[in-house]
């Protein structure tokens, strides 16, 4: 599956975004989707995700209240809506995506193999 994440940009503290991230190339349901997002120097840190045959989204708890994952298997998109955004949301986001994820594994990027590109965000007055 091919992956391509949208919708970055400079927005004022206590502000909003939404992240777009379109799949393609293969059955979209059939993935667990996740968001993750990373600062120069760190490592990639689990934002949110959204299994495969499941209503249940997962969050972190930094962003957790804030922050909402959701998907469209008809249109193959998964969306990030974040909302009172501060200066520690300021990264560069990424979507990912797996087939065959189990649960414990969902929140290490590393267990991802297919990333879109990345979008950056910047919270800053």
């Known amino acids: 599956v091919q992956l391509q994440a949208s919708g970055g940009g400079l927005v004022q503290p206590g502000g909003s975004l939404r992240l777009s991230c379109a799949a393609s190339g293969d059955t979209f349901s059939t993935y667990h989707m996740a968001w993750f997002r990373q600062v120069p120097g760190k490592e990639r840190e689990f934002v949110a995700a959204?299994?495969?045959?499941?209503?249940?989204?997962y969050y972190s708890e930094s962003v957790k209240g804030r922050f909402s994952i959701s998907r469209d298997n008809a249109k193959s998109m998964l969306y990030l809506q974040m909302n009172g955004l501060s200066a520690e949301d300021t990264a560069v986001y990424y979507c990912?995506?797996?087939?065959?994820?189990?649960?414990?594994?969902?929140?290490?990027?590393?267990?991802?193999?297919?990333w879109g590109q990345g979008t950056q965000v910047t919270v800053s007055s």
């Open positions: 990912a995506a797996d087939s065959r994820l189990i649960l414990s594994s969902m929140w290490t990027w590393s267990r991802y193999a297919y």
């Open positions: 959204y299994r495969r045959y499941n209503s249940n989204p």
